[in-house]
């Protein structure tokens, strides 16, 4: 639980660092525009938690420099004409008015027909898609977790998609419950199972270590590749909460 937050300033970059009753310091730079954060053990020393973010300036400007690069889409307007993104390909947005249920279908590989009732507002069209995003994510995973449990000898107890503002999966490896980003069925599908592969390794092992990346090196050895493919991709518009 957290106890404690507030921001400092070390190097010109602003870090907001959080303490909380954890064993080891992390830290993390996010999108969209890169805030730092740290979480720090209790015991940890400002002057301690100071210095890792020194230690690190070098990175943490990097990672700045390619969220500051990378491309955002325009605000969604829901329209006709629009561009939009499922499983990694760009597609051109045709809404339809019509007196049935609304609906999402792909026409070929460049059209996403939207039927919506008229009169439907941008949110409600918005609404119907991300529907449609969320049960094709849904129709995805499965086989990708029947693949991968036996492999790495864990099973999910629990799974389920939700928007995520800062992480495209999180793990709960005590409640083995597993959670993945919404956004993951607007990209590449090799995308998506390397996140579906990472959260299942951290059932094995819940840190960042050696471990983990040998676990994943054993599993996918081009992950990295897919983590750049996933990192590079569009962000959407709008602006995230932490």
Aim: aromatic residues 8%; positive net charge.
């Amino acid at each position: 639980m957290s106890t404690e937050a507030r921001s400092i300033t070390v190097g010109g970059i602003a870090v907001d660092v959080v303490r909380k009753d954890i064993k080891n310091l992390h830290l993390g730079v996010y999108p969209p525009h890169g805030r730092v954060r740290v979480a720090a053990p209790l015991v940890v020393s400002d002057d301690a938690v100071r210095l890792a973010v020194i230690d690190k300036l070098g990175w943490i400007r990097r990672q700045k420099a390619k969220f500051a690069e990378q491309p955002r889409q325009s605000q969604r307007e829901m329209v006709s004409g629009e561009s939009h993104y499922f499983l990694g390909r760009r597609y051109r947005l045709r809404v339809h008015e019509h007196d049935g249920p609304a609906r999402v279908a792909v026409r070929g590989i460049a059209s996403l027909d939207l039927f919506v009732r008229a009169g439907a507002t941008p949110d409600q069209r918005e609404a119907v898609l991300m529907r449609w995003h969320r049960a094709q994510l849904k129709a995805l995973i499965p086989p990708m977790l029947d693949k991968w449990q036996p492999v790495l000898g864990v099973e999910v107890a629990a799974w389920g998609v939700k928007a995520m503002k800062t992480k495209w999966g999180s793990c709960n490896a005590s409640a083995r419950r597993v959670w993945f980003n919404l956004e993951l069925s607007k990209k590449p599908v090799q995308c998506i199972e390397y996140i579906v592969v990472h959260e299942l390794a951290h059932l094995v092992e819940r840190r960042h270590d050696a471990r983990f990346t040998a676990l994943m090196d054993a599993c996918l050895p081009h992950w990295r590749q897919q983590r750049e493919v996933l990192n590079g991709s569009p962000l959407a518009h709008e602006e995230w909460d932490y």
